[in-house]
């Protein structure tokens, strides 16, 4: 009687450890062709670089005030009057 137990209990968990490998291997193989699909969708986002043209940019002035500060000014040139569109 015993030996007949034993030998249930071996077989269901044999068939449990059969039915959890089955059930990981198909999860995992799931996982990794959806994780291959999203990555292959994906597009590189770039921002445009440089797109105000040269002679519009501000650009910064330095100064000595006297020993030991220094000014640093963001200047803009003005465009005169013949350069803007009307």
Do not use: C, E, W
């Given at each position: ?6 030998m ?7 068939v449990?450890?059969l039915a ?12 990794s062709?959806k994780v ?9 986002i ?5 797109i ?8 910064i002035e ?5 020993v ?17 569109r009307?």
């Open positions: 009687m015993k030996k007949k137990q034993m249930i209990a071996a077989v269901v968990v044999i449990l450890i959890g490998g089955v059930f990981a291997a198909t999860k995992l193989l799931n996982k062709s291959a699909q999203t990555t292959t969708q994906k597009k590189k770039t921002d445009p670089v440089n105000i043209d040269q002679a519009d940019r501000p650009y330095i100064k000595p005030l006297d030991h500060n220094v000014a640093i000014v963001v200047n803009q040139l003005k465009k005169t009057s013949h350069q803007l009307l």
